[in-house]
T-cell receptor
């Protein structure tokens, strides 16, 4: 299977704890994105990487959130001192980032990590 | 700024009825993409529109980009239970994708 893989699928934690999620993108994709989705809403952009470089982070994103993509392959998203408002589905997606003529830049999503903060 | 707005938020139809969802922007869009998210699933890319007035079809699905490139629509003819899910439009700008809040479609058999 060469799709986007995320783990864990579910994470339940207590308020104040740190959590880390992992994403393995499609291997030939240069760009990797993190999104957050709450019930009834569309995916909200958090941050993205071009290879190992983190090129942009949402201004709405708390300093408690940090993401890495150390070797330009898999990525981790860490949330420190979790709060109940952090409860959401965290989606990872990848895209080619380097298109042939006529190509379409589109997102391939993983199944997400559902975070519940108690 | 980057927002795209979608209406309606929910739509319940009887199987066989048609369905349309609309996506609107206050600014001109360079492109618009549509994704479908099945219940419990993740968004899956359907199509991208780029040209003013562009119309594309995928079987029973018809996608349209407005002449002014500020709105788009997705129309499903004769819905089936397999069409159930949430349909999102998204704009792709400066390497980032910004999603609307989606239209949740429920189809009663």
């Amino acid at each position: 299977d060469t799709g986007v893989s995320q783990n864990p699928r579910h994470k339940i934690t207590k308020r104040g704890q740190n959590v880390t999620f992992r994403c393995d993108p499609i291997s030939e994709h240069n760009r990797l994105y993190w999104y957050r989705q709450t019930l009834g809403q569309g995916p909200e952009f958090l941050t993205y990487f071009q290879n190992e470089a983190q090129l942009e982070k949402s201004r709405l994103l708390s300093d408690r959130f940090s993401a890495e993509r150390p070797k330009g392959s898999f990525s981790t998203l860490e949330i420190q001192r979790t709060e109940q408002g952090d409860s959401a589905m965290y989606l990872c997606a990848s895209s080619q980032g380097r298109l042939r003529a006529g190509g379409v830049e589109k997102l391939f999503f993983g199944s997400g990590t559902q975070l519940s903060v108690l | 700024g980057q927002q795209v707005m979608q209406i309606p938020q929910y739509q319940h139809v009887q199987e066989g009825e048609d369905f349309t969802t609309y996506c609107n922007s206050s600014t001109t869009l360079s492109n618009i993409q549509w994704y479908k998210q099945r219940p419990g699933g993740h968004p899956v890319f359907l199509i991208q529109l780029v040209k003013s007035g562009e119309v594309k079809k995928q079987k029973r699905l018809t996608f349209q980009f407005g002449e002014a490139k500020k709105n788009s629509s997705l129309h499903i003819t004769a819905t089936q239970t397999t069409d159930v899910g949430t349909y999102f439009c998204a704009r792709y700008n400066f390497n980032k994708f910004y999603f609307g809040s989606g239209t949740k479609l429920n189809v009663k058999p």
